[in-house]
C-alpha cells in the first residue's frame, strides 16, 4: 500500500501569524487537504505558538471527528508537561516525539536513544496509556542497537528524519545515496517491528525516490515544500500531486 500523506499545516499557521487576522484558515485548509485526499493532518506545536497556536488544536481535532473520521491527526512536538497536556487535552491518533530545543528553528535531527532511553521509556508508556499510536523522530543512521532501543520503550514507530536528503535538491547522486541509507534504516526498523513514518523538507520531486525505496513506507507528513506549492496551484491539485508522488492512485 502507498505511503499516505499527512499535511503539516505549520507553514499555514505561520502565514496566518504574520498579522492578527483568521487568514489563511489553518482548519479551512486542513479541511481542502482532507477533501482533496490527504489521509490526515500534522501540526507541532512549539512552545513559543509561533507556527501552529494551542487554540488551533480544537478546531482541528473537531474538524476530523466531524468530516473525517478515517482520518488522522498527528502531533509532533519535545515532550514537556506542556505538550503532553495538550496531547491528553486533543487525542491525537499519532504523537510524534521530536527531540528539539525551544529554541531550534525547526527540527534538524532525530532521538539519541541511548541517552534518552530513560525519558523515552516513561514518556511513551504515558502515551500508549492513553492509547495512541507512538512514533519517535529518528536519523536515517541505520543502527540497529539504537533502532532497537525505539522498539524496546514502546514506539510504534519511527518517523525517518529526511533533512538532509531533501536538502541535496541539486545534487542527484547524494540524494541517491540518503535515500539507501533512509531505506536500510527502514528495513531494520521493519526487521524489528517497528513500522516507519518519514517528514522533513520532502517535495513532489523526491518524494518517489524514497517511496521507490521504503515501499512499506507508513506514512509521510509534510508542510513546507507542500505549501510553497499549494501558492502555486492551490491546496487540492497539490494535495493530489503529493498523494500521486507517494504512488497513490489519484
Ligand atoms: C518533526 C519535523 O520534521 C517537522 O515537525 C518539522 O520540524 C516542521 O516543523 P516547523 O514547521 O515548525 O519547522
Ligand atoms: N514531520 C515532518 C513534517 O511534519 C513536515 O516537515 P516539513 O515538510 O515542513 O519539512
Known amino acids: ?12 499557521a505561520m502565514l496566518r501569524n504574520r498579522r492578527d487576522l483568521p487568514w489563511p484558515s489553518v482548519t479551512g485548509l486542513g479541511q481542502i487537504a482532507l477533501r482533496a485526499g490527504a489521509s490526515g493532518l ?7 505558538q509561533r507556527h501552529i497556536r494551542f487554540s488551533d488544536l480544537a478546531p482541528i481535532r473537531s474538524l476530523i471527528d466531524g468530516e473525517f473520521p478515517e482520518a488522522e491527526f498527528n502531533m509532533e512536538g519535545f515532550p514537556e508537561e506542556n505538550f503532553l497536556r495538550l496531547v491528553e487535552e486533543h487525542r491525537p491518533e499519532q504523537v510524534t ?5 525551544p529554541r531550534q528553528a525547526t527540527s534538524d535531527h532525530g532521538w539519541d536513544f541511548r541517552a534518552s532511553e530513560a525519558l523515552l521509556r516513561t514518556i511513551v508508556a504515558r502515551l500508549k496509556g492513553l492509547g495512541l499510536r507512538v512514533s519517535l523522530f529518528a536519523d ?3 543502527d ?6 525505539a522498539r524496546d520503550v514502546g514506539a510504534d514507530r519511527i518517523e525517518l528524519y529526511t533533512g538532509p536528503y531533501g536538502g541535496c535538491h541539486d545534487d542527484p547522486a547524494e540524494a541517491a545515496r540518503l ?3 533512509l531505506g536500510e534504516t527502514a528495513d531494520i526498523a521493519f526487521g524489528l ?3 516507519v513514518n518519514a517528514g522533513h523538507d520532502l517535495t513532489v520531486a523526491n518524494l518517489p525516490m524514497l517511496a521507490a525505496r521504503i515501499p512499506r513506507l507508513a506514512e509521510v507528513s509534510i ?3 507542500l505549501t510553497a506549492d499549494a501558492l502555486e496551484y492551490g491546496m487540492a491539485e497539490t494535495v493530489r500531486r503529493f498523494c500521486r508522488a507517494c504512488g497513490q492512485d489519484v
Request: no cysteine; proline share 12%.
Open 1 to 12: 500500500m502507498p505511503a499516505k500523506l499527512s499535511v503539516n499545516l505549520n507553514a499555514v
Open 42 to 48: 500534522t501540526v507541532h506545536p512549539r512552545p513559543d
Open 97 to 101: 516525539l521530536v527531540p528539539d530545543d
Open 140 to 142: 536515517g543512521e541505520p
Open 144 to 149: 540497529r542497537e539504537a533502532l532497537a532501543i
Open 179 to 181: 535515500a539507501g541509507r
Open 193 to 195: 517491528g517497528l513500522g
Open 223 to 225: 508542510g513546507h515544500g
